[in-house]
């Protein structure tokens, strides 16, 4: 694989000047820290507890159909796929890697929250939360670009965008799901987020905010870039174009979606963060991603997106955190299959046994099965 690096050449420094004998004025005292309430340990959650819904418990080891829609229950065993080796005789895409700066984006100019900080409940709206530490702070975010060996250049070519990049799993999987054709050529743009996590991040302002605004800066300041320093066509199908992510990541991939449906119709998310982690907080979406579930999917037309989507039974559990009872992850993806399947979506639901939030183990026996259901009904040369 070929690899291209563009690193920040220029560091600016400022040096505030006193005038000879006087006195400088005393440095204000810094933000008083606010100690994060404690995560507890995840409880183990049982994927038939009443309430949660109906799924098919598959034999250990073994992945869903990728042309089944519908709920199921792996585990506890997992092996990685055979796709995520590298395997002898199978053409290789090139990969690029390049970084961006905080200086470059017209629309995330970059925030960051006080080291060992963290806000507080509003005592007359748990939902939301009261945060004074994050200010304005430059970063620097690492991307990385993947072209198949198979790429005719001048071609307009599928591709996925995923979060939290460099994602060099997901490289080798396409390497070998490619020449299997078991899914089209395509592209895989692999962002690095612009540092920190959760409320008042950048980060989290990037991924947990319920907008169009991250799918425009993908499009705006992200795409042409790579079009133009890779001699790669990415095609303007909404149909060609996915999303993927862990986490908020994968909460970040169904909001470009859902908000720009004229973008991208797939979407695959690994432990979405589908609860309440949107800060500054939105009147129109009180509880953050959380609304998916709750609000936004039941009450909307259908809109054309397939989503592949996985919660481990250990995952993230935090009632404390804001006590606004939005905050287990198990729950929120459990509630998402629920109106997913209501409203008629085409979508696959994945329950982990013996796994975490966005456990390692489960990406490398599943990943490839997602992206083959994530890519149904897209044609492919050559099958």
Do not use: C
């Given at each position: ?165 460099p994602d060099r799993a997901l490289f080798t999987a396409l390497d070998n799901l490619i020449a299997e054709k078991k899914v089209p050529v395509m592209i895989a743009i692999s962002i690095g987020n612009g540092s920190?996590?959760?409320q008042g991040s950048e980060r989290g302002l990037e991924y947990d905010t319920m907008s169009g605004k991250y799918a425009e800066f993908v499009e705006t300041e992200v795409l042409p870039l790579v079009e133009k ?73 259908v809109k054309p997106i397939r989503l592949w989507m996985e919660v481990g039974d250990r995952d993230l559990y935090g009632p404390n955190i804001m006590k606004d009872n939005m905050h287990d992850w198990v729950v ?52």
């Amino acid at each position: 694989m070929s690899r291209l690096r563009f690193a920040p050449l220029l560091v600016a420094l400022i040096a505030g000047l006193h005038p000879a004998g006087a006195q400088a004025p005393a440095a204000p005292p810094p933000p008083a820290a606010t100690t994060p309430p404690a995560r507890p340990v995840p409880p183990t959650r049982d994927p038939n507890t009443p309430g949660y819904v109906k799924a098919t418990d598959l034999p250990d080891g073994t992945n869903p159909p990728p042309t089944a829609d519908g709920n199921f229950i792996i585990g506890p065993t997992h092996n990685p796929a055979p796709e995520m080796t590298v395997h002898e005789g199978v053409p290789q895409g090139s990969v690029f890697e390049f970084t961006m700066n905080s200086t470059d984006s017209k629309m995330y100019p970059g925030i960051a929250r006080e080291p060992h900080t963290f806000g507080t409940p509003d005592p007359n709206d748990p939902a939301k939360l009261i945060l004074t530490t994050s200010h304005p702070a430059p970063y620097t975010r690492k991307l990385a670009v993947y072209v198949p060996k198979q790429y005719v250049p001048g071609t307009a070519a599928p591709f996925i965008v995923g979060a939290d990049g460099p994602d060099r799993a997901l490289f080798t999987a396409l390497d070998n799901l490619i020449a299997e054709k078991k899914v089209p050529v395509m592209i895989a743009i692999s962002i690095g987020n612009g540092s920190g996590d959760a409320q008042g991040s950048e980060r989290g302002l990037e991924y947990d905010t319920m907008s169009g605004k991250y799918a425009e800066f993908v499009e705006t300041e992200v795409l042409p870039l790579v079009e133009k320093q890779y001699n790669v066509k990415l095609t303007k199908d909404p149909d060609g174009r996915a999303t993927m992510g862990g986490s908020s990541g994968g909460s970040a991939a169904l909001i470009m979606a859902w908000y720009h449906p004229e973008l991208y119709h797939r979407v695959l998310t690994y432990s979405g963060t589908y609860v309440n982690q949107q800060w500054p907080s939105n009147p129109a979406t009180p509880g953050g991603a959380w609304e998916f579930h709750k609000s936004l999917i039941p009450n909307s037309p259908v809109k054309p997106i397939r989503l592949w989507m996985e919660v481990g039974d250990r995952d993230l559990y935090g009632p404390n955190i804001m006590k606004d009872n939005m905050h287990d992850w198990v729950v929120a993806n459990e509630n998402m299959a629920k109106v997913l399947a209501a409203k008629g979506y085409h979508y696959q639901f994945v329950f982990a046994r013996n796994a975490g939030h966005t456990d390692r183990a489960v990406k490398q026996q599943t990943l490839p099965e997602a992206l083959e259901y994530l890519w149904q009904g897209y044609p492919i040369v050559g099958r």
